[in-house]
């Protein structure tokens, strides 16, 4: 029988986003409003980097389903993936 063990986890990731130049200060304004995200190297021709910190894969892949419902939204992908589960190596 297997135990679920409690974990410390923290998933840590980042996104690219592209969006409608046109609507590119509207879908900063809305990725800004979620939870546990901060926002990197915005360029007004319609892209920047979205970093995330979440309990676990579900949580990355929940935010980019919002992300992608945002209108003028064109793509949301995941380029970097860590999980830190609180021990260090070396």
């Known amino acids: 029988m297997h135990m679920a063990l409690e974990t ?3 998933h840590i990731s980042s996104l690219v986003i592209h969006c409608l130049p046109d609507k590119f200060e509207q879908v900063l304004g809305s ?3 979620l939870e546990n ?3 990197h190297a915005p360029d ?3 892209k920047f980097v979205a970093l995330l910190e979440t309990d676990n894969e579900q949580g990355i892949l929940a935010t980019i389903d ?3 419902t945002v209108n003028g939204v064109l793509n949301a992908t995941m380029v970097y993936h860590e999980i830190d ?3 260090e190596e070396g």
Request: charged content about 20%; aromatic content about 0%.
């Open 8 to 10: 410390d986890q923290v």
């Open 31 to 33: 990725v800004k409003q």
């Open 37 to 39: 995200i901060e926002i």
């Open 44 to 46: 007004p021709a319609g």
């Open 66 to 68: 919002q992300i992608q």
């Open 85 to 87: 589960d609180g021990t």
